[in-house]
């Protein structure tokens, strides 16, 4: 009995570094060698077969089954954006067991430094990669005043637009003073039509935070409460098998629910105009871990608060958030529009596209109408407008609105409140939400502690990440 435990143990033992990728089995300097001079060369072809040869199966069938083509997109995208990346140096770690690869690197393009991140599974296949902004920004005189970091803020803005790296709106404000705003490039590719600070641009998730201030006036208004259960005001026939019943609207508002991504969206997607019309899809949206258990964001659970906010109000969501949002903020160019419908002065998304081999507006990979969890659009005016109405309690009570803004560390959400992102120092508290999608980014900062405000929009991939890194480091020297 004693030799079988010890063969049982060593079985064990086996089995367990066997799942552990061997770092001494892969050249990391080669990986990335290989990895950059693929995407230096800017060749799609190229990035095609690195991409076929080197990603894992269960990447490339993300997203749906359009992992393959979005990755080659991705990478092609950020290809030609940067132009070039230059290697400094290499860092490896294995956490988990996935094998982490960092290049740090400098863009040709942007001028600032990027970690280029290659993660590994067991057999060495890659199972993502993603390029991160890993710049710190300083100013020479130690004398830093609000005019410096106005001028800094413009300067890089400025300096990304003139390159090619960011096209769309900023805007940069000490409360209600606007220090800073300003449009660049086009809204339309296809027209030759340049964005204007007016421009409406889709915001992504940033729709999160309207719906969950929505939530919380209807507990301030004592028609709901956050220990409710979603079942109370959704038909528990409309879900599949788990413990649904359990899930709280609290659960819902912090991405503690452990609802995963609602199957078969995307296919469905330019037929979804109503809350109502997506009702089939819910019976196959998974439970991946009991509810209240640890955090994931989740799209789909923001979507059920909208169902919600439907139940209590008696409203369709569309017109609440109207009547209830965007009017009491004074927010008049903000709104879900119909995506065939011609809006005026919007601004179309652009990305490169592995389909058509080009810079390719986003329209075939969106949904045809924004909802409660992002797609909406905006402008940095009504994004200024929405970040006062909610500091000075217009929207809801001093009370309610610190209970929403606050991280939730005790609910397993420790960078996240009720629909907003809670990040930052002591002292330095930033609170507000991003957004991102094919050919879109966007974000809006408050910095509660310092008085700022700082809302970006863009109409590309990743064009507002290295204005919000410089405002982040910026700021928090005042």
Do not use: C
Request: proline share 2%; hydrophobic share 35%; aromatic share 10%.
């Amino acid at each position: 009995m004693r030799l079988m435990q010890i063969i049982l143990l060593l079985v064990l033992a086996y089995s367990v570094a066997a799942k552990q990728p061997d770092e001494s089995q892969l050249d990391t300097s080669i990986v990335v060698e290989e990895f950059l001079t693929v995407f230096n060369s800017h060749d799609v072809e190229t990035i095609t077969k690195y991409v076929d040869d080197h990603f894992a199966q269960q990447s490339l069938n993300r997203w749906q089954g359009t992992g393959r083509e979005r990755y080659i997109g991705y990478i092609t995208s950020m290809a030609n954006l940067h132009k070039q990346l230059n290697l400094k140096s290499i860092t490896k770690n294995l956490q988990n067991q996935i094998l982490r690869v960092t290049s740090h690197v400098d863009s040709n393009t942007t001028g600032l430094s990027y970690d280029s991140v290659i993660l590994f599974d067991q057999q060495h296949k890659i199972t993502n990669w993603y390029l991160s902004l890993n710049e710190t920004f300083e100013l020479d005189d130690e004398n830093i005043t609000e005019l410096k970091v106005t001028q800094a803020i413009q300067n890089l803005t400025e300096k990304l637009a003139k390159n090619g790296v960011f096209s769309g709106t900023v805007l940069f404000a000490k409360a209600d003073k606007v220090l800073f705003t300003k449009a660049y490039g086009l809204a339309s590719r296809r027209y030759d039509i340049k964005n204007n600070l007016t421009t409406k641009f889709q915001i992504g998730s940033m729709n999160k935070m309207f719906t969950s201030v929505g939530v919380m006036q209807l507990i301030e208004a004592n028609k709901l409460s956050l220990d409710d259960k979603l079942t109370q005001y959704m038909d528990r026939d409309y879900f599949g098998v788990g413990d649904f019943d359990s899930i709280t609207i609290e659960q819902l508002l912090t991405h503690t629910s452990g609802l995963g991504d609602i199957a078969g969206f995307e296919a469905k997607q330019s037929h979804i105009r109503s809350l109502q019309d997506s009702l089939p899809l819910y019976k196959n949206i998974p439970l991946n871990f009991k509810p209240g258990s640890q955090w994931q964001y989740s799209s789909a659970g923001m979507r059920m608060l909208g169902h919600v906010i439907e139940s209590v109000s008696k409203q369709d969501y569309y017109a609440f958030i109207q009547q209830h949002i965007y009017q009491k903020a004074g927010m008049t160019d903000s709104g879900s529009f119909d995506l065939d419908v011609p809006i005026k002065n919007t601004a179309r998304n652009y990305w490169y596209s592995f389909e058509t081999g080009a810079i390719t507006e986003n329209l075939m990979k969106q949904a045809v109408k924004g909802g409660p969890a992002g797609g909406g659009y905006s402008t940095v005016g009504d994004l200024h407008r929405f970040a006062l109405s909610l500091i000075n309690h217009q929207l809801l009570s001093a009370e309610l609105t610190t209970q929403a803004t606050s991280a939730k560390p005790e609910l397993h959400s420790p960078n996240y409140g009720y629909g907003f992102s809670v990040r930052g120092d002591e002292g330095n508290q930033i609170i507000g939400h991003n957004g991102a999608h094919l050919g879109m980014s966007a974000q809006l900062n408050i910095y509660r502690d310092k008085g700022y405000i700082l809302a970006v929009l863009g109409n590309s991939s990743d064009a507002v990440e290295p204005i919000v890194f410089a405002a982040n480091s910026l700021v928090k020297r005042l």
